[in-house]
């Protein structure tokens, strides 16, 4: 069935620092992809995603490119902040294997020191 | 106001209780969803509704049932609660666009004693 493979935490990075966290995905047919961020306290939100391959997902200076020949979306920052600190979930739908329905990874606890 | 509430947001109760947490919707949205979060595990779906009318098991139904009221509101229930069930709970939301962009409510803390 489709699973999602992430880097395992917890990911303790100075600010300013370069951020990478690795996920991989297996799933058949076309899935789109997502991550999200979870704040301490609070629910899941949607940080970025792509629908197709080759698609880059961006947003508040976080990106991830969609890449279907290794199967991959990174999530990368140039320069995090202490407000990144949070948890961060990649995630597929597969609407023609899951039905639309939300394939996560473990999640990778992300904390940023001043 | 937020879009997708959850009440309680904390709960507590004892071993053999039943239980329900209940999820409210403004988004309009048909789809709804229940998961339940464990530390390094992530999230893993409990049930699942695509209308009032159409509800599925998630990957992990056994112990749980669940209650589409309205195309707004769905509830979980735990008949009779056990200690393995403490968990952080998770409603959400989706629209038709079989995109798979989800909206999440808070969350509901649940220690079963």
């Known amino acids: 069935g489709d699973s999602v493979t992430q880097m395992e935490g917890p990911v303790t990075l100075s600010e300013e620092a370069c951020l990478t966290i690795?996920?991989?995905?297996?799933?058949?047919?076309?899935?789109?992809l997502f991550w999200y961020v979870q704040y301490p306290g609070e629910g899941l939100q949607l940080l970025l995603k792509?629908?197709?391959?080759?698609d880059k997902g961006s947003n508040k200076g976080f990106e991830a490119t969609y890449r279907k020949e290794t199967t991959s979306f990174h999530l990368e920052k140039g320069s995090v902040q202490v407000s990144d600190s949070a948890v961060y979930f990649c995630?597929?739908?597969?609407?023609?294997?899951?039905?639309?329905?939300?394939?996560f990874g473990k999640g990778t606890k992300l904390s940023v020191k001043p | 106001d937020a879009d997708v509430t959850q009440t309680p947001r904390n709960r507590i109760t004892k071993t053999g209780k039943r239980i329900m947490l209940e999820c409210s919707q403004t988004?309009?949205?048909?789809?709804m969803y229940w998961y339940r979060q464990d530390p390094g595990l992530g999230l893993r779906l409990i049930y699942y509704?695509?209308?009032?009318?159409?509800?599925n098991k998630g990957e992990i139904s056994d112990g749980y049932s669940v209650s589409r009221q309205a195309q707004a509101k769905f509830s979980l229930s735990l008949e009779s609660a056990i200690p393995n069930q403490t968990a952080l709970y998770f409603c959400?939301?989706?629209?038709?666009?079989?995109?798979?962009?989800?909206?999440f409510g808070p969350g509901t803390r649940l220690l079963v004693l």
């Open positions: 959400a939301t989706s629209d038709e666009d079989g995109l798979g962009t989800q909206y």
């Open positions: 690795n996920c991989t995905y297996t799933a058949t047919g076309y899935p789109s």
């Open positions: 792509a629908t197709k391959a080759d």
């Open positions: 995630a597929l739908s597969n609407y023609g294997g899951s039905q639309g329905n939300l394939i």
């Open positions: 988004k309009g949205h048909d789809r």
């Open positions: 509704s695509f209308d009032v009318k159409d509800i």
